[in-house]
């Protein structure tokens, strides 16, 4: 292998790294920004975030010059993957990513692998908005994001229900489980690890334990079968009545939609409380669609941004990252009939001209009030998800 | 004269080095980057201790039984049937009318990206799908669909299927580029006149000099049905899936250390492959055995009557699975609501294709130039190989030209992340050329593949005399060899065309997601299961490689209307 030997040597001799851009000298960041090209990664399986990103391509680059391009993946993963190989590869610089939508997991991964640029997020000008104190936009599934990722929507679990076979909510992980066991065949979710898959087992585990402050905490040797245990016989009962016995689940989340629309089943988990009502408008749905929450309350978290330790267009991706916390951005993200992704902001720090903006989005047809999502659930610490979604794949994962 | 051979010899000969070096580097690198994490090696991650823990925990893995019996399964099952199905059409309606009519339909069949026939057919058999929904609820009594497991079963059965429907047009047109290169039909005159059926008659006189020149399409058939991933995603069983789904799986898990499992998991299932092939070497010895103990015996008629009505209708259900399931996606892809027991959508609606249109144009304008690149550079070098061994009788020849195979036979994942890392080190990473020389990296053995076998068995005495009547070896290539051989080239054209527009993996992980070909962005919007959008993609990915078969279809044909040994593809 001669030639990458010789260019190994080669870029062993190369210029040392330019200067990171710094993100308190805003105006020298809008400077070098201008005219930079932005390739952000982000999962690319709903054709509605797909044209919200498009929209912000359209509007960074009339106001910052910034040239926004979507990489659409199918998993985020895929982009962790890539920023491992360049680093391997000594490609400290000019990486192909320059932005990456993420959190949980991945995120903890990039970041104790060194593989991400920051702190950054809370120096960027739009952070005043941003709601500290009610949201959980500084830590990560309990991972504190220290500046290294900057947030941009907020999630909640709700469950989407055809109202036209399944008309009442279902207050607790029992009560779903009783009604599928008197209706088998009726309700699954996405196959874990999917992210979506993961939440469920997490909810579940979260609604039946007696005290989910624990999960606050890295996983314990000590307490982990105690503290599961609640969880393996809900889900071995619960495993032989779903949609196709278990057999084979749904990859992802949105093709429960599908599922539904297709008469095979009527319960599906979902992390946007707003997205039952895009698909009923998108005919991804039937107009029947409703959703629910948990009597105890459900998961909630914060998608993010984070930009990768050589990106050549750090400032670029960092105008981006203050441009979705903008109120612009937001209200339009969380525009039902748009996204209906809902907002990191803090009503009370806007000016009465945005509040108003807020203020007069109508709800979709399938959409909950605030006040009806109730309690809003913390991520337990990565280390769960982890080991939970290991032990689900042994279980059920593999099993014919 | 001598003077002018020894440039002649410095003309070509590089051109076979060329070929394999542009093939094994990029192979022999990326079988490296596998290997070294298979056994532990991998210093991004801190792990540098050379160790077997990494099979260990791989053999540990509860659900590696399953993947591996389901790849050979698969594997074997989706060969032996598409062979079998398309001898019997062959060999029980070749030069008739039903023959034609059937190759009309199968052969533009190949150029559906496998992607985008499997969800088809996936919207097809499934409980809630078309045939289902056609026949409820007023002959089934269903109200709701059934819920058994039909698509995704533990067994790999409608994958199986799935790889049929699409292996069976690639089978054809290999056979059909085999028979224009024998005289079989001369063959099958003489043994019907000696009283053998149709059916009996080809395969005791044509089978055995066709089945030669396909051997090695059929091992490309072998070793892909056993590792592939996106017809296994979508038609496969997932509790667990098949082993090379499983590798994906766990190249993209968040928590890198699994890297290490998922290359000790491609190296399992390159060896499992190369184990399959031994296997089914020793089958070819045994049917060659048998066989020529059949073609003495003398027998006249095997069954004739029912062998030809299973082989066309074995064709038909191929030919209409994959047409209904086209079908299926430009309904999905105007359709707005549309739910179970619904024959039709409620209402149609241009939605879907306006929403994609400019990310769809840009896409497909990228797929042409890679997959057009690649292809033009494919072709010349496997003439300049090709004509080169002819030439100067160079022995690269049988043996060193398998190495040329080798893509084909390692699945994807095992040499692509290896290959991408190399191409860092490089600094090559960014732009089109290095995914365009990754996409001949898989293009060029499909193009010898299917170029290769009609080139050689070129009847040489047209050569002859055109030398004797005062032609240099040039002017035999251009004005004699190349366009008898018109069908042939265009069709290995449109097979590389094809096979550039299918890839995802390379595009993805050696443009670093930045270039977006309509295989990547159909892939990725997949992930969302909005059947409209895979609709949209699915067809534009499909036109885009079905234009080159068109070509290569007709432009012999309209060629040579006046020479009509030369008109079958």
């Known amino acids: ?68 391009e979507h990489v659409k993946l199918s998993d985020t993963a895929d982009a962790v993957s890539r920023v491992l190989a360049e680093k391997t590869a000594g490609k400290d610089e000019d990486g192909a990513i320059d932005m990456i939508w993420i959190n949980g997991a991945n995120f903890n991964s990039m970041k104790q692998a060194d593989l991400l640029f920051g702190p950054f997020a809370e120096q960027l000008p739009n952070w005043q908005f941003v709601d500290v104190a009610g949201k959980t936009v500084q830590t990560d599934f309990t991972v504190p994001t220290e500046g290294f990722e900057a947030p941009w929507a907020m999630a909640q679990v709700v469950f989407i229900h055809d109202t036209a076979r399944l008309s009442e909510p279902l207050g607790s992980m029992t009560e779903i489980l009783d009604w599928s066991k008197s209706n088998p065949g009726r309700f699954t979710f996405p196959q874990p690890p999917d992210f979506l898959g993961s939440t469920f087992l997490k909810q579940a585990l979260i609604d039946l334990s007696e005290d989910p402050s624990v999960l606050q905490n890295p996983v314990d040797d000590a307490n982990y079968d105690a503290v599961t245990a609640p969880l393996w016989s ?50 991804q749905l039937p107009d029947t669609a409703r959703t629910f929450v948990l009597e105890k309350g459900t998961l909630g978290n914060a998608s993010f941004v984070a930009i990768p330790y050589n990106s050549g267009s750090k400032a670029g991706a960092m105008v981006v990252a203050n441009f979705l916390m903008s109120p612009e951005a937001q209200v339009r993200a969380q525009d039902p009939s748009i996204l209906g992704y809902n907002t990191v902001l803090n009503m009370a720090v806007l000016s009465t001209e945005d509040r108003a903006k807020f203020d007069a989005l109508e709800l979709g047809i399938a959409t909950l009030t605030p006040a009806e999502l109730g309690t809003v659930q913390a991520e337990p610490h990565p280390s769960w998800m982890t080991r939970i979604e290991a032990d689900w794949i042994k279980k059920y994962g593999v099993s014919e | ?155 790999g059965l409608a994958m199986t299927a799935g790889l049929i429907a699409k292996e069976v047009p690639f089978l054809l047109l290999m056979v059909l580029a085999a028979l224009s290169q024998s005289n079989g039909t001369r063959r099958q005159i003489v043994a019907q006149a000696l009283g053998y059926g149709r059916v009996t008659g080809w395969l005791k006189t044509v089978f055995p000099s066709i089945y030669s020149q396909i051997r090695l399409p059929v091992y490309v058939v072998l070793a892909y049905s056993m590792s592939v991933v996106d017809v296994a995603i979508i038609l496969g069983p997932n509790t667990p899936p098949t082993l090379s789904v499983q590798i994906i799986k766990w190249m993209n898990d968040p928590d890198l250390s699994f890297r290490l499992q998922a290359a000790a998991g491609a190296l399992a299932q390159f060896l499992l492959v190369i184990a399959a092939m031994l296997v089914w070497r020793m089958g070819e010895l045994f049917v060659a055995f048998a066989g020529r103990r059949w073609i003495v015996r003398g027998r006249r008629q095997l069954l004739d009557k029912t062998l030809r009505t299973v082989g066309f209708t074995a064709g038909v259900i191929t030919a209409a699975s994959i047409i ?58 496997t003439i300049g190989c090709l004509e080169a061994e002819y030439r100067y009788n160079l022995r690269i020849t049988r043996r060193s030209l398998l190495i040329l195979y080798l893509p084909l036979m390692v699945p994807q994942t095992a040499f692509l992340p290896g290959l991408q890392t190399l191409l860092l080190t490089t600094g090559a990473d ?65 097979v590389g065309f094809a096979v550039s527009v299918g890839q995802y993996l390379p595009t993805l992980l050696i443009g670093g997601g930045r270039l977006q070909t309509l295989t990547t962005e159909a892939v990725a919007l997949a992930a969302g299961g909005d059947r409209r959008v895979i609709g949209v993609y699915g067809l534009a990915q499909t036109t885009a490689a079905l234009l080159p078969f068109l070509i290569a279809i007709l432009l012999p044909a309209f060629l040579w209307r006046n020479r009509k040994a030369l008109r079958h593809g």
């Open chain 1, 1 to 68: 292998m001669r030639v990458p030997f010789l260019a190994a040597a080669f870029f062993a001799f190369a210029i040392p790294a330019a200067a990171d851009p710094e993100p308190s000298d805003w105006d020298t960041v809008l400077a070098e920004a201008q005219g930079q090209t932005v390739y952000w990664n982000a999962w690319g399986g709903s054709t509605a975030t797909n044209d919200f990103i498009m929209w912000v391509g359209e509007r960074v680059s009339e106001d910052f010059g910034v040239t926004l």
């Open chain 2, 324 to 381: 209904l399931g086209l079908a299926g996606l430009v309904l999905w892809s105007f359709a707005g609501f549309w739910s179970y027991p619904d024959i039709l959508p409620d209402n149609l609606s241009l939605r879907s294709w306006a929403r994609s249109g400019a990310g769809l144009s840009d896409a497909a304008f990228e797929t042409m130039i890679i997959a057009f690149a690649s292809t033009l550079i494919a072709v010349f070098l």
């Open chain 2, 430 to 494: 960014t732009g089109r050329l290095p995914v365009i020389l990754t996409h001949l990296v898989f293009v060029l053995p499909y193009v010898f593949l299917s170029l290769g076998d009609p080139f050689r068995s070129w009847d040489t005495r047209y050569a002859t005399t055109a030398s004797a009547l005062g032609a240099g070896p040039d002017r035999v290539l251009w004005r004699i060899r190349l366009p008898m051989l018109l069908a042939p080239v265009l069709t290995a054209m449109a």
């Open chain 1, 234 to 283: 809900f889900l071995d009962e619960l495993t032989p009545t779903l949609w196709r016995q278990g057999r084979a689940y749904p990859q992802t989340g949105p093709r429960q939609l599908q599922l539904i629309t297709d008469g095979e089943i009527d319960l599906a988990i979902s992390f946007s409380p707003n997205e039952a009502s895009t698909a009923i408008a998108n005919f």
């Open chain 2, 1 to 155: 004269m001598n003077g002018r051979h020894q440039t002649e010899r410095f003309r070509f000969a590089w051109l076979p080095y060329l070929t394999l070096f542009a093939m094994l580097g990029p192979l022999l690198a990326g079988l490296a980057g596998t290997v070294a994490p298979a056994f532990g090696y991998m210093p991004a991650l801190g792990t540098r201790d050379l160790s077997l823990d990494v099979f260990r925990s791989l053999m540990a893995w509860p659900g590696l039984y399953d993947a591996v019996r389901l790849s050979v399964t698969t594997g074997f099952l989706a060969t032996a049937i598409s062979l079998g199905i398309v001898t019997l059409i062959t060999a029980g309606w070749v030069g008739t009318k039903s023959f034609r009519i059937l190759e009309r339909l199968l052969s533009p069949l190949l150029s559906v990206p496998h992607a985008a026939a499997a969800f088809g057919f996936a919207f097809l058999i499934m409980p809630s799908g078309w045939i289902a929904r056609l026949l409820s609820p007023w002959l089934t009594g269903w109200d709701r669909p059934p819920d058994v497991l039909i698509v995704q079963d533990p067994y």
